[in-house]
């Protein structure tokens, strides 16, 4: 979000505010319903570049730009990180979150407001970090 990172790889990824995960655990611990169950949380999937365009829409500095899986795949052959995710370059996963509305009730939070509120967040504390520095 600082602009130095100009490329985001073709990746897809499942999004859910963390204050759904933890309201989700408690009500799962509570209601008899949930014994036995696994819950998966997800209000929608999205590419990481689309949310470098929300970002960028909405005054942050993410990458604008698309890597051709060709050099993500060339990168894993020497970063063990960027090994992990190049399996799922261009795969659009579907997570089915029916199970957690339907028997917890979920109502998942705007995954987008999620998103900016997060990069406020880390925006000031990293300016924190560089005033206390």
């Known amino acids: ?25 408690i009500k799962a611990m509570l209601s008899h319903n949930a014994v036995g169950k696994r819950f998966i949380l997800n209000e929608r999937t999205m590419w990481l570049s689309d949310i470098s365009k929300l970002l960028n ?12 899986n060709i050099f993500v795949k060339l990168l894993a052959l020497f970063d063990p990180n960027v090994k992990r995710i190049v ?9 089915n979150s029916k199970q957690s509305k339907v028997i917890l009730g979920w109502q998942p939070s705007n995954v987008e407001k999620s998103i900016l509120d997060t990069a406020t967040q880390i925006k000031i504390l990293d300016n924190l970090k560089n005033k206390i520095l």
């Open 57 to 68: 829409q909405n005054g942050f500095k993410a990458p604008k730009y698309i890597t051709p």
């Open 1 to 25: 979000m600082n602009g130095l990172i100009p490329f985001v790889p073709k990746l897809n990824l499942g999004f859910v505010d963390v204050k759904d995960v933890a309201q989700m655990h």
């Open 87 to 95: 399996n799922r370059l261009d795969i659009i996963k579907n997570l």
